[in-house]
């Protein structure tokens, strides 16, 4: 690749976001998005080394701040956030999970394959040169599965790993050592449920009143199962898939809306790295069960059923609530106040001067105040009135 497309690319990855090329430009820019995609975000191994991100190879004054505010030599636990969706159990527990366990348990990759085709991750990879197919998350997971080990122990574990209910009851990684889980973690496995819940489970509690679509006369199913037996598009957003499948006449032309399945479902932000410690410690005086509850949902107590990955796309979930959990976490919180954002800053700032300076009174990172008090219990309450679950992603 010339240098001099150097700083041209570090430019496109700045405007284009974290690590999603630009539909828009792909037409003119195919080989350019195509690079500005496989850059996608450096190792989070230690802090980001120059030589081995082209960003870095810029002058200084073309470096353009990467996403999240970050920039070189910053470490990434700091600046990952992390966000909380709703979650919708039942589309998890009759849709998604049975798919897994059609592909996993009978060897049937029809129903994955086809809740698979919806999501983002697929719709990416479709810019994919033909030469590095093989390299597909979609082609790797096959392979992954088509050397499973297989008898009537490992499929008894399987059918365990896919049945949501039983899985749930067994994810408290504090009381089960050995959740049912594969005999090793897969990256493209882990992606594909990830992009799965994303498409079809995970929802927005926010919603702003301009995106509220008018109620209309046309008739509607609510059957999840319904998605796998019409045609669809790629561009299928976590908000549409929950939807009630609207039946439009069969001469109306689809027009994929790409810009909307980005952003179709905004989380509601609960802090960066160590603002979950300042909530969970900041719950555990109010209720020992709130605290449990909230580190099954975002400090990683809950094991999922191929693990996670923080900051990696479609790896990032890292626990989730169902909703009768979040109906006992709304019950904890429910005569709560939470602490004012400006006390609660300037009560970090404080304890950030007392690490450098002896004091009388030793204070620990979780006595601190929240200052994402507010935004958790909103979600909770939220989330308790639709009767949905929770789940939190830190990417």
Same mark, same amino acid.
């Given at each position: 690749?010339? #240098?001099?497309? +150097?700083?041209?690319?570090?430019?496109?990855?700045s405007?284009?976001?974290?690590?999603?090329?630009?539909?828009d430009?792909? /037409?003119?820019?195919?080989?350019? +998005?195509?690079?500005?995609?496989?850059?996608?975000?450096?190792?989070?191994?230690?802090?980001?080394?120059?030589?081995?991100?082209?960003?870095?190879?810029?002058?200084?004054?073309?470096?353009p701040?990467?996403?999240?505010?970050?920039?070189?030599?910053?470490?990434?636990?700091?600046?990952?956030? /992390?966000?909380?969706?709703? $979650?919708?159990?039942?589309?998890?527990?009759?849709?998604?999970?049975?798919?897994f366990a059609?592909?996993?348990?009978?060897?049937?990759e029809?129903?994955?394959h086809?809740?698979?085709?919806?999501?983002?991750?697929?719709?990416?990879e479709?810019?994919?040169?033909? /030469?590095?197919? &093989?390299?597909s998350?979609?082609?790797?997971?096959?392979? $992954?599965?088509?050397?499973l080990?297989?008898?009537p122990?490992?499929?008894?574990?399987?059918q365990?790993?896919?049945?949501?209910?039983?899985?749930?009851? &067994?994810?408290?990684?504090?009381?089960?050592?050995?959740?049912?889980?594969?005999?090793?973690?897969?990256?493209?496995?882990?992606?594909?449920?990830?992009?799965? +819940?994303?498409?079809?489970c995970?929802?927005?509690?926010?919603?702003s009143?301009?995106?509220?679509?008018?109620?209309?006369?046309?008739?509607?199913?609510?059957?999840?199962?319904?998605?796998?037996?019409?045609?669809?598009?790629?561009?299928?957003?976590?908000?549409? /898939?929950?939807?009630?499948?609207?039946?439009?006449?069969?001469?109306?032309?689809?027009?994929?809306?790409?810009?909307?399945?980005?952003?179709?479902?905004?989380?509601?932000?609960?802090?960066?790295h160590?603002?979950?410690?300042?909530l969970?410690?900041?719950?555990?005086?109010?209720?020992?069960?709130?605290?449990a509850? $909230?580190?099954?949902?975002?400090?990683?107590?809950?094991?999922?059923?191929?693990?996670?990955?923080?900051?990696?796309?479609?790896?990032a979930y +890292?626990?989730?609530?169902?909703?009768?959990?979040?109906?006992?976490?709304?019950?904890c919180?429910?005569?709560?106040?939470?602490?004012?954002?400006?006390?609660?800053?300037?009560?970090?700032?404080?304890?950030?001067?007392?690490?450098?300076?002896?004091? #009388?009174?030793?204070?620990?990172?979780?006595?601190?105040?929240?200052?994402?008090?507010d935004?958790?219990?909103?979600?909770?309450?939220?989330?308790a009135?639709?009767?949905?679950?929770?789940?939190?992603?830190?990417?």
């Amino acid at each position: 690749m010339p #240098k001099q497309t +150097v700083s041209d690319l570090c430019l496109y990855r700045s405007l284009e976001g974290s690590y999603y090329p630009c539909f828009d430009t792909v /037409a003119h820019h195919r080989a350019r +998005v195509f690079w500005v995609f496989l850059l996608k975000r450096p190792s989070r191994k230690g802090t980001v080394q120059a030589e081995v991100y082209p960003c870095a190879q810029a002058p200084r004054k073309e470096r353009p701040f990467l996403p999240c505010g970050i920039s070189i030599g910053v470490s990434w636990a700091d600046t990952m956030m /992390a966000r909380v969706y709703g $979650f919708d159990w039942e589309a998890y527990t009759g849709l998604v999970m049975p798919a897994f366990a059609h592909w996993l348990v009978d060897g049937n990759e029809t129903f994955i394959h086809q809740l698979y085709q919806q999501t983002r991750c697929a719709l990416e990879e479709q810019f994919i040169p033909s /030469a590095m197919q &093989l390299l597909s998350t979609w082609l790797r997971a096959k392979t $992954f599965v088509q050397q499973l080990p297989r008898g009537p122990h490992t499929n008894k574990e399987y059918q365990l790993l896919c049945a949501a209910e039983q899985f749930t009851i &067994l994810s408290d990684s504090y009381v089960y050592y050995h959740p049912p889980q594969l005999y090793q973690n897969s990256d493209a496995i882990r992606a594909i449920w990830g992009a799965i +819940v994303e498409n079809h489970c995970q929802l927005q509690l926010l919603q702003s009143e301009a995106n509220i679509r008018p109620e209309t006369a046309w008739p509607t199913s609510w059957d999840h199962m319904a998605l796998l037996q019409k045609p669809t598009s790629f561009c299928v957003s976590a908000h549409e /898939a929950n939807e009630p499948i609207i039946e439009q006449d069969a001469d109306t032309e689809a027009i994929p809306e790409i810009e909307d399945m980005d952003n179709a479902c905004k989380g509601v932000e609960i802090g960066r790295h160590p603002t979950t410690l300042h909530l969970r410690g900041w719950l555990a005086m109010r209720s020992v069960r709130a605290m449990a509850l $909230f580190e099954l949902l975002a400090c990683g107590r809950r094991s999922l059923p191929f693990g996670y990955r923080a900051g990696e796309p479609y790896e990032a979930y +890292v626990g989730y609530l169902i909703p009768d959990e979040v109906r006992h976490l709304a019950d904890c919180l429910r005569d709560e106040q939470p602490p004012d954002r400006v006390t609660a800053k300037a009560d970090y700032a404080s304890f950030r001067q007392e690490q450098s300076q002896p004091v #009388k009174e030793f204070r620990m990172i979780d006595e601190v105040l929240p200052d994402h008090a507010d935004s958790l219990m909103e979600a909770v309450h939220l989330a308790a009135q639709r009767g949905l679950g929770l789940i939190c992603s830190i990417e």
